[in-house]
T-cell receptor, first 114, second 112 residues
Framework: DAMVIQNPRYQVTQFGKPVTLSCSQTLNHNVMYWYQQKSSQAPKLLFHYYDKDFNNEADTPDNFQSRRPNTSFCFLDIRSPGLGDAAMYLCATSRDRTGPTEAFFGQGTRLTVV | TQLLEQSPQFLSIQEGENLTVYCNSS?????LQWYRQEPGEGPVLLVT?????EVKKLKRLTFQFGDARKDSSLHITAAQPGDTGLYLCAGKRGEYGNKLVFGAGTILRVKS
């Protein structure tokens, strides 16, 4: 059974047209992460939530925003996608904020910008 | 500068060969994790190492955490085509230790 679900799996958007990616989890985990991953590179942390506490990475562009309306759902909003934003976007959850707890990843959303 | 440095970046070997992937940092980590990612999928956790000097085995995979908890290695014995993928080490950083950051990854290709 899928525990971290990302929708859609594939998203095509026009240059400059706002797009929202969604993530839901059935694990009731406190921590949710959004990563950007470009081809054959490591996932790059964009931001994460501990419960409702939002933590933005210093080098995450302002073009990227996030919302977490409740424990189960988290959204990634790209306000004006550029060609350089084409990537795989990964959502992950973790039970605790500290300790060696496992991160569970969704299957990702592949974003194409045309 | 990458907090976690992985080497090699790319490895192409024949089925049956052994290999080792390294993950190094100048920082101490309370734990390190190894993930494997297949194309078009999210990473999946292989192992977590917590204690300095710890060795964990997962079938043909052997993971070691350095004594100083700054480095880790992944050794695969008798690699198989099914081992092909992107191998990522990861550790937690940040004020509360809740930022999971990844190394650049090692792309492994095992040819039959």
């Amino acid at each position: 059974d899928a525990m971290v679900i990302q929708n859609p799996r594939y998203q095509v958007t026009q240059f400059g047209k706002p797009v929202t990616l969604s993530c839901s989890q059935t694990l009731n985990h406190n921590v949710m992460y959004w990563y950007q991953q470009k081809s054959s590179q490591a996932p790059k942390l964009l931001f994460h939530y501990y419960d409702k506490d939002f933590n933005n990475e210093a080098d995450t562009p302002d073009n990227f925003q996030s919302r977490r309306p409740n424990t189960s759902f988290c959204f990634l909003d790209i306000r004006s996608p550029g060609l350089g934003d084409a990537a795989m976007y990964l959502c992950a959850t973790s039970r605790d904020r500290t300790g060696p707890t496992e991160a569970f990843f969704g299957q990702g959303t592949r974003l194409t910008v045309v | 500068t990458q907090l976690l440095e992985q080497s090699p970046q790319f490895l192409s070997i024949q089925e049956g060969e052994n290999l080792t992937v390294y993950c190094n940092s100048s920082s101490v980590f309370s734990s390190l994790q190894w993930y494997r990612q297949e194309p078009g999928e999210g990473p999946v956790l292989l192992v977590t190492v917590v204690t300095g000097g710890e060795v964990k085995k997962l079938k043909r995979l052997t993971f070691q955490f350095g004594d100083a908890r700054k480095d880790s290695s992944l050794h695969i014995t008798a690699a198989q085509p099914g081992d092909t993928g992107l191998y990522l080490c990861a550790g937690k950083r940040g004020e509360y230790g809740n930022k999971l950051v990844f190394g650049a990854g090692t792309i492994l290709r095992v040819k039959s």
